[in-house]
């Protein structure tokens, strides 16, 4: 079974520039996260889908940050304009089912972002 | 919401010595609990998990965590390392809102 996928695997942009990351879940997979990890951090949930509706994005900076999942699979994440704070692994990751506590999330290898 | 602690930052350790990473949760409520680890240029990865009934519980590579609810802790534990457990290991917390709250992790480096 493929696991998730996620691109780029590392982005270099200069503050104020703007960038996307795709992910790619699970086949089947309902349910799909966009994490942000800061260095020295655990990830944070920045929004959570189900099939291609919003269930949670109470973290997501939406003031930059805005994420689409228009046909319930691929998901994109944008930052737009980007801060040096951004800088971060951004990871993905999917469950089955509606993310409820019996359901793992598998994550994907994430996409390192350095805002210059 | 519920916060994830946990206790080393930088364990290091060598091959055969037993290890053991603390954890503790801020949550009242029932809880779900997990260990991921992420391995040196790999993903992150679920070790085990604890969602209710036996507080032991084993997972993969030999590792085990211990449910202690009356101390709010969730500590993981191997009783001898090897090379390849160097690793980064989070704890993580499920509570009602169904969100996974990752603790800021500890890495492991096993010395062979």
């Known amino acids: 079974e493929a696991g998730v996928a996620q691109s780029p695997r590392y982005k270099i942009i200069e503050k104020r520039q703007s960038v996307a990351f795709w992910c790619n879940p699970i086949?089947?997979?309902?349910?799909l996260y966009w994490y942000q990890q800061i260095l020295g951090q655990g990830p944070k949930l920045l929004i959570q889908f189900q099939n291609n509706g919003v269930v949670d994005d109470s973290q997501l900076p939406k003031d930059r940050f805005s994420a689409e999942r228009l046909k319930g699979v691929d998901s994109t994440l944008k930052i737009q304009p980007a801060k040096l704070e951004d800088s971060a692994v951004y990871l993905c990751?999917?469950?089955?089912?509606?993310?409820?506590?019996?359901?793992?999330?598998?994550f994907g290898p994430g996409t390192r972002l350095t805002v210059t | 919401a519920q916060s994830v602690s946990q206790h080393n930052h930088h364990v290091i350790l060598s091959e055969a010595a037993s290890l053991e990473l603390g954890c503790n949760y801020s949550?009242?409520?029932?809880?779900?609990l997990f260990w991921y680890v992420q391995y040196p240029g790999q993903h992150l990865q679920l070790l085990l998990k604890y969602f209710s009934g036996d507080p032991l519980v084993k997972g993969i590579k030999g590792f085990e965590a211990e449910f202690i609810k009356s101390k709010f802790s969730f500590n993981l534990r191997k009783p001898s390392v090897q090379w390849s457990d160097t690793a980064e290991y989070f704890c993580?917390?499920?509570?009602?809102?169904?969100?996974?709250?990752f603790g800021a992790g500890t890495t492991v480096t096993v010395r062979a």
């Open positions: 990751a999917s469950t089955s089912g509606g993310g409820g506590p019996s359901y793992e999330q598998y």
């Open positions: 949550y009242g409520g029932t809880v779900n």
């Open positions: 086949s089947g997979h309902a349910t």
């Open positions: 993580a917390v499920k509570a009602n809102d169904y969100k996974l709250s």
